[in-house]
């Protein structure tokens, strides 16, 4: 734990006072009302039995559940006894209610490809995917990396994981060849699902020559299933790689999916801790069916008729739950688009609103930054008339980017929902439902169906209106992780240790007198850039690996588009030049380009204490350039600090 003040930039948060109402025609329409709210969250926290059997019943179970949560802290059991399939529920339960010639996806290549799969072709596709997997000796309980573009592929291979009951783990195409590697090693994955390519920006990213690269330091990975993306003409491993198209071909399209226990795990995400190694967030069927089900529902007030966009990669969660799974359990017309958000231009979402008659569309502030600082006109020039609500998720959004999203993009009549919620939450957590409350912009606002969330200090005790602490949640709920793969004990450490008997979310927040959260930003050592979580320690070690450095120190400044931006201070190795380039290019290689410093400090020592602890405070305030403020009589050396704020940044 750190001394981490809260983050500085969202000051302007704590004199935000403008409220927005919801629009009229949307508060009569809307799913939840105000009074329903009210009456269901009192429902869900005092007779949270009651409550959460009534979701899950809407739902299919091939064996009803006994109890519905099993809570020996920190470890929760939801649904005890029951069996159900969280595959069987998105496509076999929404066939058989008739939505059979729905468009379950409509997938849009950055190239303008579309393609579409209704229900009833997905759950062939799903069923081919789960019969060919199953033919690679795949089983229930084996875990299975995927390492892919955003294509339907992506969502198919996740689906016949899940059928079957393998336990996927999603890497992100743009993590390098020891990232995969090692998320492969840690699962122990037996299978990779991998692309020859994916598209970015008019070029490929050659996934299957990082995925030929990781195998070789990835000694349980036994197969590679490759789907043909790029058509780019990539070598095949005679006995270990197959064609996903050919293994496919030869599968029978019907298959039943597998009866699964309620807390069989369901997926592995990789996601940045405060230390050491990213972990594996584990996640279980039955909960986190429930949870994203209802919060898909509610938060985005979904109907039959609606075109849902939620632009997450599925390599994170927001991906899995609310470009998947969510929407998918409840029958929804999904857009899918693989390419970057400004090519061939700016005006790239916008035009896919238009055409495909966008009506939901979730995405993070990063995006939104970037879009406004092109201006009004770009996002002026497309008929945006089809949409009807925003959402934000990711990381804190400022309240001028939530004004101009509203204003812009939602021509002023659609609300727009801020989500808070993380990788280990497995759903949305805090948030306004879209009819039933007024929003406040940056602040996500009030807690979802049985979350019961506070504001604490370190010693645990809760803090009144508009007092910032650390929010904590205080009960179990469904979609919460069970534990991190293969360290349970790290499960306890970072969620239920730091203060006692609470989930510990790792982020600063204020509670207002109207019950709404701010979340102010993490106090821990991860940074969020452009939404996408990353550890300081990670990127250290990475830097350190490097041989011309013998030391490093890693914090996130405030920066207008992403947020937060990386800023290393390095300490050359003797003898050694810092070639800040060379730098850049080793952390790419080591973890992914999103890791990339975007300043680079090199330094001839780092502000220690005299037990040799670095003091990232003071780091935290040079790289923003700030006047060093605090107490500096605790460091060895206080003149590093002159020094450190003199020297330039490349
Ligand atoms: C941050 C992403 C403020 C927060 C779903 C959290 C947010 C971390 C918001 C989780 C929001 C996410 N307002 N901060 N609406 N949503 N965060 O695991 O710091 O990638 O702890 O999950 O993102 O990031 P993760």
């Known amino acids: 734990m750190s001394e981490h003040p809260v983050n500085d930039h969202i000051d302007n948060l704590l004199h935000e006072r403008r409220v927005i109402a919801p629009p009229g025609d949307f508060v009569a329409r809307a799913r939840v009302s105000r009074g329903e709210y009210d009456q269901m969250y009192r429902r869900s926290l005092d007779d949270p039995d009651g409550f959460w059997s009534e979701v899950a019943g809407e739902l299919a179970w091939m064996t009803p559940w006994e109890r519905v949560l099993d809570w020996e802290e920190p470890h929760a059991r939801w649904f005890v006894g029951g069996q159900t399939n969280v595959a069987y529920n998105a496509l076999d339960r929404n066939v058989q209610a008739g939505r059979g010639d729905k468009r379950a996806i409509v997938w849009e290549g950055e190239d303008g490809e579309v393609r579409t799969l209704t229900y009833a072709e997905l759950l062939r596709e799903v069923s081919r995917a789960a019969n060919a997997l199953t033919a690679l000796g795949v089983q229930k309980g084996d875990r299975v990396t995927l390492y892919l573009p955003l294509i339907p592929e992506a969502a198919v291979a996740m689906l016949a994981c899940a059928r079957i009951g393998a336990v996927h783990s999603v890497v992100f195409g743009g993590f390098s060849v020891s990232a995969l590697a090692d998320r492969i090693t840690n699962a122990q994955s037996k299978v990779l699902i991998t692309a020859d390519a994916g598209q970015r920006r008019g070029s490929l990213v050659n996934l299957k ?168 006109a770009v996002p002026g020039r497309y008929d945006l008339s089809s949409l009807r609500l925003l959402g934000s998720v990711g990381e804190p959004i400022n309240p001028e980017a939530w004004m101009w999203y509203w204003r812009v993009i939602g021509g002023g009549r659609c609300p727009v929902v801020d989500t808070w919620w993380q990788t280990e939450t497995g759903a949305i957590m805090l948030t306004t439902l879209p009819g039933a409350h007024p929003s406040k912009p940056g602040s996500a606002g009030l807690p979802m169906f049985g979350v019961e969330p506070a504001i604490m200090t370190h010693a645990g005790e809760e803090l009144g209106p508009d007092d910032g602490g650390l929010l904590v949640i205080k009960r179990p709920w469904p979609s919460m992780l069970r534990t991190i793969y293969g360290d349970d004990e790290r499960y306890r450490k970072s969620y239920w240790s730091e203060i006692p008997h609470v989930y510990f979310a790792g982020d600063g927040a204020r509670r207002d007198a109207d019950g709404y959260v701010t979340v102010i930003g993490r106090v821990d050592d991860v940074l969020n850039v452009s939404g996408h979580r990353l550890g300081t320690m990670e990127i250290e070690s990475a830097l350190v690996a490097h041989p011309s450095v013998s030391e490093a120190a890693v914090v996130g400044r405030p920066d207008e588009v992403k947020g937060e931006c990386v800023v290393a201070f390095v300490l050359p190795q003797s003898g050694q030049q810092v070639d800040p380039a060379a730098l850049r290019a080793h952390v790419s290689r080591e973890i992914g380009a999103l890791a990339r410093p975007d300043a680079i400090i090199v330094a001839d020592a780092l502000p220690k204490t005299r037990s040799g602890k670095i003091m990232r405070r003071f780091l935290r305030q040079i790289a923003a350039g700030q006047p060093v403020q605090g107490d500096t009589s605790t460091l060895e050396d206080p003149s590093v600090l002159d020094r450190l704020a003199a020297t330039p940044t490349t």
Request: hydrophobic share 40%.
């Open 209 to 376: 020559a990082n995925a030929d690269e990781a195998a070789r330091s990835a000694p349980s990975l036994e197969k590679m299933l490759v789907v043909c993306r790029a058509d780019c003409g990539v070598p095949m491993q005679p006995g270990r790689d197959v064609w996903w198209h050919e293994a496919l071909a030869a599968a029978g399209d019907e298959h039943e999916a597998a009866a699964l226990d309620s807390e069989h795990p369901l997926f592995l995400l990789y996601t940045s801790g405060s230390t050491g190694q990213p972990k594996g967030v584990q996640h279980t069927t039955g909960g986190y069916m429930v949870g994203t089900y209802l919060t898909t529902r509610t938060v985005f007030d979904l109907r039959e008729e609606d075109v849902y966009w939620c632009t997450a990669d599925v390599g994170w969660v927001t991906g899995h739950s609310y470009s998947v799974y969510g929407p998918l359990l409840n029958g929804a017309t999904v857009l899918m688009y693989e390419g970057a958000p400004n090519h061939p231009d700016w005006g790239r979402f916008w035009q896919l609103v238009e055409k495909h008659r966008v009506s939901i569309l979730y995405t993070a502030p990063t995006a939104i930054r970037s879009f406004m600082r092109q201006g009004d």
